[in-house]
């Protein structure tokens, strides 16, 4: 199956400070991406919709200058929180969708990425 | 807008019992439908996809059901075991993907 990374797999950083999330799909290409949060014992909330070469569909509720993605390939998307804190410590999950033929419209999921922000 | 429900929440059963697990989504206009496993701390392992054209889905002890009229699915485990344990979480797959809360399960030995 179609295989997705996300780097760092772990991060603690300082209240304040910014983070960069990368999601790469390793094997296609990926015209669509999305980005999730999952707060503990909590289910996926879809947070941003990204798409390669324009700006991404936020979520309602989702501050579009916290959370910056850029989808600059069809390979790559990032997530960067910026100055970040405790609150946003969370699970992020990113998705790719295969631009091939296929109509399955199947997501491919990536590892995660745990964000502590002391 | 799609909602996804998940019941039950939570389940406990001793090991090698038969269980379901039931999800329903409100919009069935759905390209898919998803069953994931997730262990504490981990990511998403995809157990079955069930297209919308499609009414099953079997990988092993696992059987996924979709009735997209009834906007339901399940998903059935035969003879569970102490390594199912996990949450199982159900993803409605439209234009955006949404998951429901997720079932719980502990398989007790």
């Known amino acids: 199956g179609a295989v997705v990374s996300q780097h760092p797999s772990w991060v603690i950083c300082k209240s304040g400070t910014s983070v960069k999330i990368e999601c790469r799909s390793l094997?296609?290409?990926?015209?669509?991406m999305f980005w999730y949060r999952q707060f503990p014992k909590q289910s996926l909330m879809l947070m941003a919709t990204s798409n390669e070469g324009s700006k991404a569909t936020y979520e309602q509720g989702v501050e579009k200058d916290k959370f910056l993605i850029n989808h600059a390939s069809l390979t790559l998307s990032t997530l960067t929180v910026t100055s970040a804190h405790p609150e946003d410590s969370s699970f992020y999950i990113c998705s790719a969708q295969e631009t091939s033929g296929r109509t399955s419209y199947e997501q491919f999921f990536g590892p995660g990425t745990r964000l502590t922000v002391l | 807008k799609q909602e996804v429900t998940q019941i039950p929440a939570a389940l406990s059963v001793p090991e090698g019992e038969n269980l379901v697990l039931n999800c329903s989504f409100t919009d069935s206009a759905i390209y898919n439908l998803q069953w994931f496993r997730q262990d504490p701390g981990k990511g998403l392992t995809s157990l079955l996809l069930i297209q919308s054209s499609q009414r099953e889905q079997t990988s092993g002890r696992l059987n996924a059901s979709l009735d997209k009229s009834s906007g339901r699915s399940t998903l059935y485990i035969a003879a569970s075991q102490p390594g199912d344990s996990a949450t199982y979480l159900c993803?409605?797959?439209?234009?955006?993907?949404?998951f429901g809360a997720g079932t719980r399960l502990f398989v007790k030995a």
């Open positions: 094997d296609f290409q990926a015209t669509t």
């Open positions: 993803a409605a797959g439209g234009f955006k993907t949404i």
